[in-house]
């Protein structure tokens, strides 16, 4: 079986941002780009290879995002997914159908430029070393990415709706191998335009 598999899910709507959010530049440490190559530049300090998931009617993001890959010798396969208008559910189904032969799956959202590289690695290492469930916390709060292994390939598989992994979470809360993190990069994305001030002073 394979190493651990990234995947950003990069489905969602932008309804609350106004326009697609995954193509509004932003200036984060310096670098000016769109927010998907903000979120890109961090999965490839760890990954060659990403799966992310779109939506069949965003030509441009999904553009962004293969030259951004090409540019830096990486490679991204695209999963579109049909039913993602219906919840993340669907999505993540559809990344778990494309990387069964992982040894479990680090999971993501394209709209959270600023996970610390060590937490990233850090979900990836524990899911590697065996663990069922891993996820980083500040505080209480859990954050992202969130890692699964193998064991949960079938719930995965059989997820819709709007909950996401969220249900199988809570229920096996007591298996997750925690990372502690000082860092609020964890639980910060970007909803509405007045979110990404707030990313970019947390950033710089």
């Not at 997820?159 to 992994?165: E, M, P, R």
């Amino acid at each position: 079986m394979s190493e651990p598999a990234g995947i950003i899910l990069a489905a969602g709507m932008s309804s609350r941002f106004g326009s697609d959010k995954l193509l509004y530049e932003l200036t984060l440490q310096g670098e000016y780009q769109p927010l998907i190559q903000h979120t890109l530049q961090l999965w490839f300090s760890l990954f060659d290879e990403l799966s992310v998931v779109t939506r069949a009617d965003t030509p441009l993001s999904r553009q962004a995002m293969l030259d951004f890959a090409d540019q830096h010798h990486k490679k991204i396969n695209v999963i579109e997914c049909p039913n993602a208008v219906f919840g993340m559910g669907h999505s993540l189904s559809a990344a778990i159908k494309a990387n069964l032969t992982s040894c479990g799956w680090v999971i993501g959202l394209a709209d959270m430029p600023l996970i610390p590289v060590s937490v990233l690695n850090q979900v990836y290492q524990n899911i590697k070393s065996g663990a069922l469930i891993t996820a980083p916390y500040f505080d209480a709060q859990r954050g992202h990415p969130v890692g699964f292994n193998f064991h949960y390939k079938d719930e995965l598989l059989a997820l819709a709706g709007d909950t996401g992994a969220k249900k199988l979470l809570q229920r096996d809360v007591e298996k997750i191998e925690k990372i502690h993190t000082e860092h609020q990069g964890i639980l910060m994305d970007i909803d509405y335009l007045q979110d990404v001030n707030r990313i970019e002073k947390a950033a710089n």
